[in-house]
């Protein structure tokens, strides 16, 4: 596979290359654009100031759906082509995106009527991409299908169906598809400045490498903006007088062990008290709690949970919960940032800040594209490319992304086995631990994880801290932020004899997770090795 960071610099140090098109930002909208640019034909190199999704594409509800609420809201077209791209996800990266059942609890008859009718359209609008068909139920069907919901006053349910998968996991294997396609892609190259050519237009970037230090200046035919929550960063970089064209929305979740909701469904709320949805979803043999929605005035690459979000998440989870869940039952907390179209007027209400994605065209040729969710992530990206060859910038190429098998792309034969997420890789996962049988030991009691799979993330998913490892490939840190402070130090280990680095880099990687994963935990942290002899690290050599 050619994904290796060294090889991206290497391309990237031909000062005579003239990039078809430099995309800003290796999040969901980014990795988008540049693998269709890419699969297009086109000269594409993609720029990320940090991790591949380290920003809000890591953060989400873990959902691939058409919005139940947006068609509350009557934002038809919106859901119409959700639900089409919900559809093409499912065929082309069945490893990541599966069918959820959802079940809609009913305390009054009136809202079994509302949400049965309501979510009976949105099966109909799914047209030849609807998953299965929406059922209305009993009390006691509900009960079933819920073992651990509240039953006094149940009067019966709705059960409907959308996808659900791993958004950071998607993320990186978009990025390898994106690679496969002759795309190159690099993590931790911010772009410090935009070029200009003589005669205004946007002709390249200047953006630093912040392992080495060394700085590039990188010419391109045009340059895309796609940095989500940090689009306004880019807009002034270019007119620093732009107003601003997004406003953060941040979504909270909390996430507790599995036996709060025993079974595979999961619980959706669509009107809580004060007006939010809220989801509780089975998700890596746990449970996802959230979310919230609460506009923020700043941006962040670590946003923090409200203790009000937490409270609130809780308070809403317990009252439809048989066991209701306490803080310290939260195994780990994390927040991320909505890019939404900034309002023309000031308010704090988000249903007044549009969920659709945006296309801007500055003077100076530089495209942005913001807004929008995971699941309409590829018609995004369709409409961006296509805005550049409409201005001339780029030939008239068609798109083939509808079609396009992802990076790992395999039909799962069961769900159950945890190297399935890594679809037609799992293999050569398997391959290592074969090899080097001592890569099959757990990182943890807790978690079915095997030193082989970082190794492989090292090698071949561009993974460069404990945290990428942890975080994004192997999304310990948002299931059991204590499990990963636990794991922290084998897998600096591992990482720094793949890497070439000493005892100094591991104990400040091991120091720097620390304390990142301490802020997703509610409770402070306590050793799982307290009173224990030290663990004995795992040692691997090529």
């Not at 409907?160 to 998607?170: K, S, T, V, W």
């Not at 940090?230 to 979740?253: D, K």
Request: proline share 4%; glycine share 8%.
């Amino acid at each position: 596979m050619f994904f290796k960071r060294d090889k991206f610099l290497q391309e990237v140090e031909n000062k005579a290359t003239v990039w078809d098109m430099i995309v800003i930002g290796g999040g969901a909208t980014g990795l988008g654009v540049a693998l269709d640019a890419a699969s297009r034909g086109f000269k594409t190199l993609l720029l990320e100031q940090a991790d591949f999704a380290k920003g809000t594409s890591s953060r989400s509800t873990k959902l691939v759906h058409g919005g139940v609420r947006y068609l509350a809201q009557g934002d038809i077209k919106l859901v119409y082509e959700a639900l089409y791209e919900r559809g093409l996800l499912l065929h082309n990266a069945p490893h990541l995106v599966n069918i959820q059942s959802f079940v809609i609890p009913n305390y009054s008859w009136w809202n079994e009527i509302m949400y049965g009718v309501g979510l009976t359209v949105y099966d109909l609008m799914a047209g030849r991409y609807r998953f299965h068909k929406t059922t209305l139920l009993s009390g006691k069907k509900v009960a079933r299908l819920l073992p651990n919901i509240q039953v006094n006053g149940l009067k019966g349910g709705v059960q409907y169906f959308d996808g659900q998968f791993d958004d950071a996991r998607l993320a990186l294997n978009l990025a390898q598809t994106c690679a496969e396609q002759g795309g190159v892609l690099l993590n931790y190259m911010p772009v410090v400045e935009l070029l200009k050519d003589s005669k205004g237009k946007v002709a390249g970037v200047k953006a630093k490498d912040l392992e080495s230090g060394q700085e590039y200046q990188l010419k391109a035919k045009t340059v895309v903006n796609a940095t989500g929550v940090f689009v306004n960063e880019i807009l002034q970089m270019n007119a620093p007088t732009q107003q601003p064209l997004v406003r953060p929305s941040q979504g909270v979740h909390v996430v507790l062990d599995s036996s709060f909701l025993e079974g595979n469904n999961a619980l959706m709320i669509p009107k809580t008290p004060d007006g939010r949805v809220l989801f509780v979803v089975p998700w890596h043999k746990h449970l996802l709690v959230g979310t919230t929605d609460t506009p923020l005035n700043q941006n962040s690459l670590e946003p923090m949970a409200l203790e009000q979000e937490i409270d609130f998440i809780l308070e809403t989870a317990g009252k439809y919960l048989v066991r209701k869940p306490s803080r310290a039952d939260v195994l780990s907390v994390f927040a991320g940032l909505r890019p939404l179209a900034a309002p023309t007027k000031d308010t704090n209400s988000t249903k007044e800040i549009s969920r659709s994605h945006k296309l801007l065209v500055a003077p100076s040729d530089l495209i942005t594209i913001t807004g929008g969710k995971w699941t309409t992530y590829r018609k995004m990206a369709q409409d961006t490319v296509d805005r550049a060859i409409e201005l001339g910038i780029l030939p008239n190429k068609t798109c083939v992304t509808a079609s396009l098998k992802i990076h790992g792309y395999e039909a799962p034969q069961t769900n159950s086995e945890h190297l399935t997420i890594y679809g037609s890789d799992k293999t050569f996962i398997q391959e290592l631990t074969n090899r080097f049988p001592e890569l099959s030991q757990p990182l943890h009691e807790r978690f079915p994880n095997i030193a082989a799979e970082v190794i492989w993330a090292v090698q071949n998913e561009m993974a460069r801290t404990v945290e990428d490892v942890l975080a994004r490939r192997m999304r310990i840190l948002f299931l059991d932020a204590r499990a990963g402070i636990d794991m922290a130090s084998k897998v600096a280990r591992l990482m720094a004899e793949e890497l070439g680095y000493g005892e100094e880099w591991q104990q400040q990687q091991i120091r720097d997770f620390t304390s990142l994963a301490s802020n997703y935990l509610l409770e402070p942290y306590t050793p799982a090795s307290a009173g224990k002899t030290p663990a004995q690290y795992i040692s691997f050599k090529n």
